[in-house]
């Protein structure tokens, strides 16, 4: 090869090119940024409207269905799903992954800016939010103090928050718990009642203070002042002396003559506390594509700065740091990765016993993988999961090339050739066969890395590391190593294997060698005079193992256990918060009597509703805890069942302590249909169902009987005849009940709402609110329950709805069982609970995920086997001899699944993935051994003894690779670290294959080449035949 005799003829040159690639590696390396995941763009948009005071069907029929309409009709749009709570609505564009994001938002935002005037009166504005997977919280602060609360959250927005929104990297600092300053107007029912003044005419008077209008300029001469009408007011007890109305003899009717002013709170809706001391939290969310790392260290720094300007008693305590997981996870990786590749040099020093050539294939590593580094970061990748995975995967590759390259040449060195002879045959002779096994790996990992749908963003950068290392690795071994061998070696002496027999340590394993090549050589004849036996044998493992599948379930991808897991407290709805926070602070009370738990988070009246609650249970690492996570969650699950009205959900942190609100459970089912009620009951037999089903834990279910609610009608023919518009009842109900804004109060650079509300009081029940005046044509006054009538009523606690239909969500917890098994159980039974055909189900949640994932991987599988067939008949200009390859794919598919079978694993993406790595791997030992039978063929030999000749002579290369291999993989596999469990499945199942493919095709495809081969023979004679036929006949 030209390149090959460049790098031996110029090895000063090829000195400085391999210096130069080491040097800009390092400069990729200090460059990549470190973060968990790969950087995904997910085209989502979310819409949240507040509508204070509105329950949850008044908000889907005012705000939520005209949002999806508006929406909707956007091009790229996949799903849109909607939440209407009491007080808001929330909306989520889901876009195809295509989309992107940026657009996404753009089109929301001119959609929704379209429709704002269509929208109710007291309906605030929208907040328009695209959603970034990478810009998640990554670390959490619990501020404590003895200070009160609102002087704490005033310091907590003024001084913390601004430093830490100043670090480099962050996004948005948000800050929950915590008192916020209100200037509340409370007026007396009786007084106004009695004044006959109208709620809307207070608020009115109210909204016309506390504020500086801008009345233009005025010129004087060569000057101009600017003129301003000010009303702004400076303490809130001038509140107090608004006139509201003038009496009937000139009697001015104040603020203080009807209620009271008040420097108060708001009311609080959601406390949140750590290990049972209220306090407030801090979650840092970080940018998106900003290192995690970094931002976490940055972070820790402005906090150490902020402790000295801290006041008395304040103390900031990190409680959550999502970057642990990270520094953790990848010193595993590399960990592994070091093991790996030493575990890698042992190997071929055992078998080529020459410590030259050890340290000449060892080169081969660091270059490999550091020059890898350096297409990272051209590709603009970070350091994280699936890239260090990728690496860590590919360990055993990366020295394979060098590993046939070296033999090979040492090889032609022991037959007597001078090094520079043997490194320029050697590698020429092997040349092709190492492009084609690496182009293999390439084939399999191309359409890995370009697969559709999610599972293709998240692999694109393990499937591209891993292919850029090899092909780096490919360069290697036709440069560096045949140079190195040129110069480097000596040459071998005639008598050097006998002086090795002869010694006291290598005397045994050249001995141990030996007898393995004839040991293989007797085994391999015996196979080829028994070739139905052999292929018999092969079959029958091959469908025995494929029968393993039944037995191992399937799953979408394991959690791990990540230290962490949340649990979702419901209690009835209509419940007040103060019930739901002793309920809380008793299922707190069993958690904290764990030895395992070291933190508790909590959050009361989750979202704002008061009958929802949170608590996120952080305990020790799992290396000094004899529980898992999982377990510790399954026997507290009892304990919990035993509290009267309480349902509950238990979810494991996702990777890296991720409690992301996208996440789903792993069974959530989803049913729509026209009519609620009826949906409703189809919901709850499926949920009964599900709850039945075996392995199923924490059922839930989206239907609830609904919250009180006391519905108010209005008589429209009498409010008619006295000029009172529903708008005006309805807004006069909010204001007195919910109260309305109706300035800002400022103080310094302060500023706090002015709410002006009746007294608690007097807004506690109907009797009391019946009173209320409502402002009639001619200036009269008509009180509420003249006009009105009510009745008691429930409503839903949250309505959902997808694709613009009403939906009720069933979720369930899978413990015990696979996913895949409680998910075919489900699936046989729901057809008969739902016969009606208007109203359908399906499965969403980690179900679909799994489908989803399982059918992009057998499509990248089938692509991935289709280019290793293309590759393989370029190489041998055959369209047979790549079936012979082929069969060792099979094979390898036998050792996968019974290692996975035996170690307890699921089938899941990690393995399906270490599956489709398999197919690159395991092709490499056939290619070597065919290529080497094809040359000798070449030279005149026949076909058996071509291949006992290319068993004999190729046996030690195939062994080292995939020693190399196996034992490269190893530390991944028995990895008991952070991110483990998604790691093990992938690496168990590319050792077990290698193990059985290894076996099997030393064996197995020379019996099927010479099938093979007779069927080829046998067509050219076909066709010989034929020719001279057809001569004959003319």
């Known amino acids: ?60 029929a005012e705000v939520t269905r005209r949002v999806e309409d508006a929406v909707a009709s956007i091009n790229g749009v996949d799903e849109v799903r909607s939440y209407s709570r009491e007080g808001v609505s929330q909306v989520v564009v889901m876009f195809e992954l295509e989309v992107d994001a940026g657009e996404a938002a753009a089109d929301v935002r001119d959609r929704i800016a379209g429709i704002q005037g269509q929208l109710p009166e007291d309906v605030l504005d929208p907040t328009i939010t695209r959603v970034d997977m990478s810009a998640l919280p990554v670390v959490t602060y619990s501020v404590k103090t003895t200070r009160s609360s609102m002087e704490t959250r005033l310091f907590i927005d003024d001084v913390v928050r601004p430093a830490l929104e100043r670090v480099d990297g962050v996004g948005t600092v948000n800050v929950l718990g915590g ?88 009311e609080m809706r959601t406390l ?55 520094r953790q996870n990848l010193a595993e990786l590399n960990e592994a990765l070091l093991l790996g590749g030493l575990f890698a040099i042992l190997v071929i020093f055992v078998f080529m016993l020459d410590w030259r050539s050890t340290v000449i294939s060892a080169v081969a590593l660091p270059v490999s993988v550091i020059a890898t580094f350096f297409v ?52 020429g002779e092997i040349a092709l066969a190492v492009m084609a096994t690496t182009f293999t790996i390439v084939a399999v990992f191309g359409p890995v890395a370009f697969t559709g749908g999610l599972i293709g963003k998240f692999f694109r950068e393990f499937g591209i590391t891993v292919s850029a290392a090899v092909l780096v690795s490919m360069l290697v071994s036709f440069t560096l190593d045949p140079m190195l061998s040129a110069r480097v070696t000596k040459a071998i002496e005639p008598d050097h294997h006998e002086r090795q027999r002869k010694h006291p340590i290598l005397g045994p394993m050249v001995a141990l060698l030996d007898g393995l090549d004839r040991l293989y050589v007797g085994t391999l004849r015996w196979s080829l005079h028994h070739r139905k036996t052999v292929a018999l044998g092969a079959l029958l493992a091959f469908v025995g193992s494929i029968g393993l599948t039944s037995l191992m379930g399937q799953e979408f991808n394991s959690r791990g256990d990540q230290g962490s897991f949340t649990v979702q407290l419901e209690l009835p709805a209509g419940t007040s918060l103060a019930e739901t926070d ?59 069942m035993e509290i009267p009205g309480l349902v509950f959900t238990m979810r494991e942190a996702g990777m890296g302590g991720s409690s992301s609100s996208l996440e789903e459970a792993p069974i959530t089912l989803v049913l729509r249909g026209p009519d609620y009620e009826r949906l409703g009951i189809f919901a709850q037999e499926a949920f009964e169902m599900v709850r039945a089903t075996q ?84 200036g009269s006054l008509v009180a509420l329950d003249d006009v009105t009538r009510h009745h008691q009523s429930t409503t839903p606690a949250t309505i959902q709805r997808l694709d613009r239909e009403r939906q009720i969500t069933v979720t369930a917890n899978v413990v015990g069982r696979s996913l895949g098994e409680v998910v075919a159980d489900i699936t046989q039974r729901m057809p008969a609970l739902v016969p ?170 020379p019996v099927f080449y010479v099938w093979i081969d007779r069927l080829t023979l046998r067509g050219r004679r076909e066709r010989k035949a034929a020719k001279q036929a057809a001569a004959a006949g003319e």
Not at 298 to 307: F, S, T
Not at 926 to 948: E, T, Y
Request: proline letters at 5%; charged letters at 20%.
């Open 1 to 60: 090869m030209k390149m090959t005799d460049v790098s031996i003829d110029r090895p000063v040159f090829m000195t400085t090119v391999a210096l130069a690639v080491l040097v800009m590696g390092l400069m990729g390396l200090m460059r990549l940024g470190v973060d968990l995941f790969p950087e995904v763009s997910f085209p989502v948009v979310t819409i949240t409207t507040p509508y204070p005071g509105a329950g949850p069907e008044e908000i889907e």
């Open 179 to 266: 008192a916020e300053r209100e200037i509340r107007v409370e007026l007396e029912r009786r007084a106004i009642e009695s004044l006959g003044l109208p709620l809307t005419q207070v608020a009115q008077a109210l909204r016309g203070e506390s504020y500086d209008l801008p009345a233009g300029r005025l010129t004087a001469g060569t000057r101009e002042v600017g003129l301003k009408a000010v009303s702004r007011i400076h303490d809130p007890k001038e509140l107090e002396e608004v006139v509201l109305m003038t009496g009937p003899h000139g009697t001015q009717i104040r603020v203080a003559d009807v209620g009271r002013v008040l420097d108060t709170i708001v």
């Open 272 to 326: 949140t506390r750590v290990d049972g001391v209220p306090s407030i939290t801090l979650d840092v969310q970080k940018r998106g594509g900003a290192n995690t790392v970094a931002v976490v260290d940055g972070v820790e720094a402005a906090i150490a700065e902020l402790e000295g300007a801290l006041p008395e008693g304040m103390t900031i305590v990190k409680i959550i740091d999502n970057s642990v997981f990270i």
């Open 376 to 427: 990272m970061w051209m590709f603009g990748f970070t350091l994280n999961i699936m890239s260090m995975m990728g690496l860590s995967l590919a360990i055993g590759l990366l020295i394979d090339d060098s590993v046939v390259v070296r033999e090979n040449i040492f090889r032609h060195m022991e037959r007597g050739e001078d090094p520079v002879t043997a490194a320029r045959r050697g590698t």
């Open 582 to 640: 002793r309920v809380t602070s008793q299922v707190e009370a069993m958690f904290e009597e764990l030895p395992e738990v070291v933190t508790i988070a909590t959050t009361v009246g989750k979202d704002g509703v008061g009958n929802l609650s949170s608590i996120r249970v952080l305990t020790t690492p799992k290396s000094q805890r004899e529980r898992s996570v999982a377990q510790i969650m399954e026997d507290m699950r009892p304990r919990l």
């Open 695 to 778: 392995g199923v834990r924490d059922p839930g279910i989206t239907y609830k009987p609904g919250r009180p609610e006391q519905s108010l009608l209005v008589d429209r023919e009498r409010a008619a005849d006295l000029g009172i518009s529903f708008a005006t009842v309805a807004s006069t109900l909010r204001l007195a009940v919910e109260g309305e804004v109706v300035g800002q109060f400022r103080e310094g650079e302060h500023e706090c709402d002015i709410r002006v509300q009746l007294r608690p009081e007097d807004r506690g029940s109907w009797e009391e609110l019946g009173g209320v005046p409502l402002p009639a044509k001619n």
């Open 836 to 1005: 009606d055909p208007s109203y359908g189900f399906e499965l969403a949640g980690e179900a679909k995920r799994m489908k989803e994932t399982f059918t992009n991987l057998g499509i990248a599988l089938g692509l991935s086997i289709l280019f290793i067939y293309f590759v393989l008949a370029a190489q041998f200009e055959s369209f047979l001899h790549p079936l012979t390859i082929m069969l060792s794919l099979p094979l390898a598919i036998v050792g996968a699944l019974v290692g996975l079978f035996l170690t307890g694993f699921a089938i899941g993406m990690p393995a399906l993935i270490g599956i489709i790595l398999l197919m690159g791997l395991v092709t490499k030992n056939a290619i070597l051994l065919v290529d080497f039978a094809n040359q000798r063929r070449d030279q005149g030999k026949g076909i058996l003894d071509a291949l006992l000749e290319a068993g004999g002579t190729r046996l030690r290369p195939i062994l080292m690779t995939s020693a190399a291999m196996i034992l490269g993989m190893l530390p991944t596999a028995i990895g008991q670290g952070e991110g483990s469990e998604f790691r093990a499945p992938m690496s168990i199942a590319v050792i077990g294959g290698v193990v059985t493919s290894t076996l099997l095709t030393l064996v197995v495809v």
